[in-house]
């Protein structure tokens, strides 16, 4: 399995973020947005060349993605939400993704085979998620998925700040 980190935290936000092993060799760069009906989220290999694409769809509780690799419609992916834990469909490519909000650990199956683990670590350098995949092959529609993932996890806490900090002004 080879080792990916991204900055906890960067997918989530508005423009580009980079992809790096853990010597921190940058490999690949994910441009996009997130919030509106067609905002669209780019995999990029370091070169330049376009590797996949994961476009969103609907909005609400439970959001709409198709995913793009090779300019071709490979999957479409749901979120279910369940208590603390979440359940993600990846229809298409017959993936299942089970993890905690609370915690940003995730895991991607298919069938009993792991394709990737997601979970958050402390470098030297900071906060980063590390993503670790089982085929080179699959990288970037994992890269997708985790910055769906991210985006998730990110608002999440958001709103649970924003809960705490409402609690604590009316106590």
Not at 109 to 129: A, K, N, S, W
Request: proline share 1%; hydrophobic share 40%.
């Amino acid at each position: 399995m080879r080792k990916l980190y991204v900055q906890k935290g960067r997918l989530a936000e508005q423009g580009a973020s980079t992809i790096s092993d853990i010597n921190r060799k940058k490999l690949y760069l994910i441009v996009g947005k997130w919030g509106r009906h067609q905002d669209v989220l780019s995999v990029y290999a370091i070169s330049g060349t376009l590797l996949a694409e994961i476009k969103q769809h609907g909005f609400g509780l439970l959001p709409h993605f198709d995913l793009f690799k090779d300019n071709e419609h490979v999957g479409s992916l749901r979120r279910y939400h369940l208590g603390k834990k979440d359940i993600l469909i990846v229809r298409g490519l017959n993936w299942f993704i089970v993890g905690d909000l609370y915690t940003s650990r995730y895991r991607i199956f298919h069938g009993r085979r792991t394709i990737m683990t997601l979970q958050e670590v402390t470098l030297p350098f900071g906060d980063y998620l590390e993503l670790s995949i089982s085929d080179e092959a699959n990288e970037a529609l994992c890269i997708c998925i985790v910055a769906i993932l991210d985006h998730l996890v990110h608002s999440f806490s958001k709103k649970q700040s924003r809960l705490y900090n409402l609690r604590i002004k009316y106590n």
